[in-house]
Structures are given as structure tokens and as C-alpha cells.
């Protein structure tokens, strides 16, 4: 997969059959593709390529970009961020992580000695 056809998926709001219009037009030679008009970068970058299976464009796609790419360019920011998995846990009991923490280091949960009282 080319960056030209990660721009093209970009362009296309994420409809890889749209794409794969493009793609098969600007290869045999056609400025347009469903009566729209192909970007001029688009013809440029598929200039040569030789041409693939709308099928093998799907998987292709599938395998390269991330859920939340994906989500992201066909439903704006608030889905990408929905299909982030950076920094998750998986669903715990309330407070479950904490518990372990003072289960398995005594240390970090003891109060430190007292001091004698300066009055004797």
C-alpha cells in the first residue's frame, strides 16, 4: 500500500470501493471516476501502478491502518479517540488495583514511627 492511497482513503472518508474506483480509473488513463474528478496528486502517485482487487485493497487496508485511524476518518475525532487503546485497562472491581498495591508492598501503607512526645 502507497501513501497515495492512504492520502485517496483520507480524500474518500474512508470508502475503500471509492478508492478502489479511483485507483482502477487513473490507471487505465481516466481523470474521473464516477463522474468525479480525481486530485491531480492522486493520478500522480497511481501513475504506473499496477492495479489490484477491490478485495485485496480491503485487506490490505485492514492490515495497515489502526482501528482508530480507520474510525477516525470516517467518523471524526470523537470516534478515533473511542478507538484508542493507548493507556486501558481492562474493566476491574472498584478500588481491585489499589488493594493489590498495599497487599503485596506493606511498606507504602505503614505510617512511620512515632516520635516520643517532647513532654515525657
Known amino acids: 500500500m502507497s501513501p497515495t492511497d492512504i ?11 471509492a478508492v478502489h474506483r479511483a485507483r482502477t480509473a487513473a490507471i487505465a488513463g481516466r481523470t474521473t471516476a ?4 480525481i486530485d491531480a496528486d492522486l493520478l500522480q502517485g497511481w501513475a504506473g501502478a499496477p492495479p489490484v482487487a477491490l478485495r485485496s485493497l480491503y485487506r490490505a487496508f485492514t492490515e495497515e491502518l489502526t482501528p482508530a485511524f480507520v474510525a477516525g476518518v470516517s467518523g471524526g475525532e470523537r470516534a478515533r479517540r ?13 478500588n481491585q488495583c489499589g488493594r493489590a498495591i498495599t497487599r503485596t508492598c506493606p511498606s507504602w501503607c505503614c505510617r512511620p514511627a512515632a516520635r516520643p512526645s517532647p513532654r515525657g
Open 82 to 94: 473511542a478507538k484508542l487503546v493507548y493507556l486501558q485497562r481492562p474493566a476491574t472491581f472498584r
Open 34 to 37: 464516477a463522474g468525479a474528478p
Open 7 to 17: 492520502a485517496a482513503f483520507t480524500d474518500f472518508g474512508g470508502n475503500v470501493a
